[in-house]
């Protein structure tokens, strides 16, 4: 596994959660501006984002809190902005 991505509420708590279960940090930073709003179809959006990697130092979490509460009626688009896990990555060698 290369990289999973979650939805989540309450970032900081989020990040503790994973921290007492061997998880490390390895950055926060905030998406926002015109570009973010054109890649992900949600104009005005400001994400917060965390990157956790694995005791194993070869996959990482990637954690994210939108800064506004989104409709259940989203566009099939907008619907990753919703709490709970996301995309999947995997690494495939040989």
Known sequence: MDNVGVVVD?????????????????????????????????????????MMRTPDGHS??????SSRRLSSRLSRPARHAHNGCRPTRFVCIG
């Open 60 to 65: 990482y979490l990637e954690l994210s809190r």
């Open 10 to 50: 309450d970032l900081g708590e989020t990040i503790d959660l994973f921290r007492e279960l061997g998880l490390e940090l390895e950055g926060r930073a905030t998406i926002e501006g015109e570009w973010a709003g054109r890649v992900t179809g949600l104009a005005d959006q400001r994400v917060e984002i965390a």
